[in-house]
């Protein structure tokens, strides 16, 4: 079975207190995990070695970065590398967020390179795509989140592109508290792992996790995670409350 995955986006949120807090209540209160279901929180940079620390290997819960820079080192001041989130045992990465996309101008050749460099280092990428309104007023959102995946992550071999997880966020859904229908969601899932089948055949389509993200709650979770191609959640601010991300984990099938 594809893993089942509940991943907390902080995105620049919680003081180093107040998130040290929120982190250890919510992995206090995650009850068994079984062998095909994960919980990941992403957490800003200067966080993540602490968070690592505090979640203290338990079972099938990691922590991820937010970001990492598409180059391996060099001049690129403020910039994070995977080199060292490699270096301090970090296990995922955030790759693509919309807000990356827009406001950092990340292109889809950079985001391929992000990839490569994260896989070359066993960190798995979580790689967001997803349209914008117009694009879902258009009725022209398959083609346009293909060619997103088409660009960045189809360059890759059968063996590496199982090691990505992909997390599907509509733009017009993220931080909106307009949530796309578990109908849409699972429309552009089974379409992305048509794609996925197309591409580097059935075995290994039904390999790849994704993930729906976009105003995803505790009470629409179940809902969402339900549907047949949908593997759980990447959660904005639904993860900044232990209550709610806590039921959101309960919800991961
Ligand atoms: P919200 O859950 O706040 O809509 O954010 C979704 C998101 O961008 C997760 O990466």
Not at 119 to 137: A, D, H, V, Y
Not at 162 to 168: L, T
Request: glycine letters at 8%; proline letters at 3%.
């Amino acid at each position: 079975m594809r893993k089942q995955i509940a991943a907390a986006n902080w995105k620049m949120n919680k003081t180093f207190q107040d998130g040290k807090e929120l982190l250890e209540t919510i992995v206090n209160g995650i009850g068994n995990l079984s062998s095909d279901q994960q919980v990941i929180f992403a957490v800003p940079f200067p966080y993540l070695m602490e968070s690592n620390k505090s979640i203290n290997n338990k079972p099938n819960v990691f922590i991820s970065a937010q970001n990492c820079h598409h180059k391996t080192a060099g001049a690129f001041t403020g910039e994070v590398s995977v080199d060292m989130l490699d270096s301090i045992g970090i296990k995922y990465c955030v790759v693509g967020h919309s807000e990356r996309r827009e406001y950092f101008h990340e292109s889809n050749a950079e985001l391929a390179e992000k990839v490569n460099l994260c896989l070359s280092k066993s960190i798995t990428p979580i790689f967001c795509c997803g349209e914008p309104l117009n694009i879902r007023e258009e009725g022209i959102q398959n083609s346009f989140v293909e060619k997103q995946l088409n660009d960045s992550l189809f360059h890759l071999d059968a063996e590496a592109v199982q090691k990505v997880v992909i997390a599907y966020e509509p733009i017009w859904a993220i931080g909106t508290g307009k949530t796309a229908t578990s109908d849409q969601a699972q429309e552009m899932h089974a379409h992305l792992r048509t794609v996925l089948a197309q591409k580097f055949g059935k075995q290994v389509a039904d390999h790849v996790s994704i993930l729906y993200g976009g105003s995803v709650k505790g009470a629409n979770a179940k809902e969402i995670f339900s549907q047949p191609d949908v593997d759980g959640g990447l959660v904005g601010g639904a993860s900044l409350i232990s209550a709610e991300f806590l039921q959101i984990i309960s919800a991961l099938k």
